[in-house]
């Protein structure tokens, strides 16, 4: 059976699971009282981190790795002080993709997914460009059809067209053009170098993207072959299961995800999709999962927002809990030290509010993002083969993370 592990896109534990162990430890009064200050204050908040984001696009194929890229990109450009908010092409990003394919494809049906590495590569080699200058009609919307259509049109050419028949170098630029409406000879002057686009730092200060980018660091979850369940006796139904402990190892790498959030910087997600574990308030729980069984399922890459933890702070002699949104240095610090984490906040490219055939959890009144439980996340979900609807092993809900250098 396949334990798989893939980066391909997509269309916890119990929160007291995550926590260390800790003992109680005497303090004086005095100190209690102060802990207890500051604790209440802090929960008085409406946040435990607030990551800047530009606004939550509609991916129209299955490219949610160039939107967490990009996404990726603009979020750190925002940690500092930019007018008017950047709007990268992912639609660009996605002719350079084919671009590659077609110099190498050997069947006749091009590939949307990819993976953060993919995209880096891309972009070191081939640069951004802005929407604006790339695709001006949808500049202004969050769905590029550019992309379905440039995909159907080359797919077509693939099988039937000039492509199925010689693919010199000529063919491809000429088919590429056509099917996404551009001339980019023409547009050679509004690539941006990513050495010219300055993105903060883990270590503070900021640098060029083109040292940035190759610089993050794929955290994959670490979980070994005999950790993951039995697989079913044949004639029993696979069933999502939920991961009764966390190693030392996943609490760490859970943690260090949490120590970029909390110093404002953007982190991102892949993790397993599933449908049916998504609520009617944009939330994926086991228990909404566990209810109603598989459904449609693909792998998928994302922003974080924010994240949900609660834990105990043995020193007050209090427990805490955060919030969604921005809280104190201090609750931050006690969650990194005493903390479980009870559920992410993402950022998604699955449409904002134009969107309404699909539940999305509001995050300060926009439509568009997605809480993510620990019991989801640290789950092993069944995986189903999309054709033939066979059993083919399980996988974990959240596959790996990727943070900024520093972290």
Known sequence: ???SFRMLCALALAPGFFSMTTGCSAVSQQNAEQKASVLPEALSST???????TPVKWQSIGNCWAYAAVGWIESMMLRGETEPLPNFSETYITYRHYEGQLNYLRGNELQT????????QIILRYGLMYEADFAPEEATLSKSDRQKRATAILNESLASGPLSKIRT???IR???DRAFGVNIKALESK????????????QGGKAPLSSVMPSWQDLSWPVSYSEYPADPLPGLKAMPKLNDQLSDLQIRTIRRAMRAMNAGYPVVLNWFVDFNAMSSEGVFNFATLQEKGAGRQGYHSTVLEDYLAKGFDPEGNVHFETPEGQVSDDLKSKVLAFGSLTS????????????????????DGEKGYHKLTSDYLFAFIPQFNEETSEFEGYTTGVNSIIVPPGF
């Open 1 to 3: 059976m396949v334990r």
């Open 47 to 53: 946040k435990t981190v607030n990551i800047p984001h």
């Open 174 to 176: 000429a088919e590429l």
């Open 113 to 120: 997914g990819g993976s953060f590495y993919e995209a880096t």
């Open 344 to 363: 992410f906040i993402t950022k998604n490219s699955w449409g904002g509010s134009e969107r309404i055939d699909r539940a999305s959890y509001l995050r």
């Open 169 to 171: 170098r000529a063919v």
């Open 191 to 202: 690539i941006i170098d990513p050495s010219e686009i300055l993105v903060s730092t883990g």
